[in-house]
Structures are given as structure tokens and as C-alpha cells.
């Protein structure tokens, strides 16, 4: 799991109805779902229960697509901190107490020379001194063959503007897509794999394929994520 966010976690609740799943999770966003809001505790009531697996914040798995015991890993998946905040749900005495480096997370997959990077949300912060860790997402997004990348809004001030909130992209932890230091500015321009914005929110006015910002992220060489895509590498 990428994060606490209610977009990232809210379909656990659901997935409970069809069959067992594990869920890899930081230490601090498990917390968060075990210990901060108990509607989360339904999934030990699954039949079988949900099963807990920790993540490190710098951890790499061997990942399998089937249940055969001892089998080589088909694909590695590595996380990647990206550092930001908690949750605005969830209570301050909690948030200070967890470490940062586990509040956001991308995600890095091999498999032999191919390469995909994961990253619904990419905080504001990531330059700072306090998230250095993540400054790599750059390097994985330009060495990886696809990018599934944030592009939850088009301008800082999407959801003043649109009246939805007081707050500003940045500050729930999203880099928007345009304006100085935007995720348009700072994507790698030497990159050669494919990038696809996701986590788009419906303030977003790329989706609109008649708007300038739809276009103006394609002419940068972005694709826009929609249902059922299907890619080959």
C-alpha cells in the first residue's frame, strides 16, 4: 500500500467479501488501520483473515504469482519513500509518533532488465532535507520502462478554485502537475519509458480531452490513465 489515504485504503473494506488477500504495509500506516479508526478491524473478521504483512520503508520483496512453496520470485518490488505527511483523519499525538519516511510510498518492480515505477502520490516535500530518501523517484522514473505516476491535479489551487476545499494540492501531499516545480517540470526529460498519470481527481481538467491541459500533458509526452488499459513491455 502506497499510503493511509482514504483513496488507497478504502477498497480493503470491500475486497474482504471475495477471498483471503494480504496486505503489505509500513509499520505506521498498519497503526494507522489497526489501532486509529476501528472500522478497519472487520478484516480480521474475513474468513480467512486479512494477513499483515510489514513493509519496510527501503524494503525489497520477491514477489510470486502463485502459492508453490520454495519457487524463485518472478518479479522483485522494491519501496521507495517518498515522505510527506500522514492523513489529515489521523490524530496528531499518532502522527508525530510515527516516523515520517513511512507516510508515502512508491514502489519499484523488476523483472530481469524491465522496470515499472509506482507512484499514485508524490508529496510536495520531496526535495527537502527531511525526505532526501526519496530524491531517487527521479532516477526510477527515468530508468523505468512505464511510469504510473501522480497526477491528482492539474494546479496548486485546483480545489480552492473549484470550491471544494481550503486547501492547496501541495498541502495533502500532492505535487500538481503544472506551474513552477510542477511533476511537468520536474520529470525527467531524458526519460524514454512510457508515463502514465494516474490517481486523477474529477477537479482535474485533463480529463476534459476538448481542454489546453489536456493536451499540453500529452505534447509533454504523458499518457492519461483510464479503465481497462493494457500495456506490453
Same mark, same amino acid.
Given at each position: 500500500m502506497p499510503g493511509a489515504d482514504v483513496d488507497s485504503v478504502a477498497g480493503l473494506l470491500h475486497l474482504r467479501e471475495f477471498q483471503s488477500f494480504f496486505i503489505f504495509a509500513t509499520p505506521g500506516v498498519q497503526r494507522i488501520l489497526q489501532k486509529e479508526n476501528r472500522i478497519f478491524r472487520v478484516l480480521d473478521r474475513a474468513v480467512p483473515p486479512v494477513k499483515w504483512v510489514p513493509l519496510s520503508s527501503k524494503g525489497r520483496l520477491g514477489c510470486h504469482l502463485d502459492e508453490e512453496p520454495g519457487a524463485a520470485p518472478?518479479?522483485?518490488? @522494491? @519501496?521507495?519513500?517518498?515522505? #510527506?505527511?500522514?492523513?489529515?483523519?489521523? $490524530?496528531?499525538?499518532? $502522527?508525530? $509518533?510515527?516516523?515520517?519516511?513511512?507516510? @508515502?510510498? #512508491?514502489? +519499484?518492480?523488476?523483472? #530481469?532488465?524491465?522496470?515499472?515505477?509506482?507512484?499514485?502520490?508524490?508529496? +510536495?516535500? @520531496?526535495?527537502?532535507s527531511a525526505s532526501s530518501a526519496s530524491a531517487n523517484w527521479h532516477s526510477l522514473a527515468e530508468n523505468s520502462n512505464v511510469s504510473f505516476i501522480d497526477g491528482t491535479f492539474w494546479s496548486d489551487d485546483e480545489l480552492i478554485q473549484t470550491g471544494r476545499s481550503k486547501k492547496t494540492a501541495r498541502h495533502i501531499g500532492h505535487t500538481p502537475l503544472s506551474g513552477p516545480d510542477g511533476l511537468l517540470e520536474q520529470y525527467p526529460k531524458s526519460s524514454k519509458g512510457r508515463r502514465i498519470l494516474i490517481h486523477i481527481n474529477n477537479t482535474n481538467p485533463i480529463l476534459d480531452e476538448d481542454s489546453r491541459q489536456h493536451h499540453a500533458v500529452l505534447d509533454a509526452g504523458f499518457e492519461i490513465a483510464y479503465d481497462g488499459m493494457e500495456f506490453d513491455i
Open positions: 518472478e518479479f522483485l518490488c @522494491t @519501496t521507495v519513500p517518498l515522505g #510527506g505527511a500522514y492523513p489529515e483523519y489521523v $490524530s496528531e499525538e499518532l $502522527s508525530r $509518533s510515527l516516523p515520517p519516511e513511512e507516510a @508515502t510510498s #512508491g514502489f +519499484a518492480i523488476h523483472q #530481469g532488465d524491465k522496470r515499472i515505477f509506482y507512484a499514485p502520490s508524490i508529496p +510536495a516535500d @520531496t526535495k527537502s
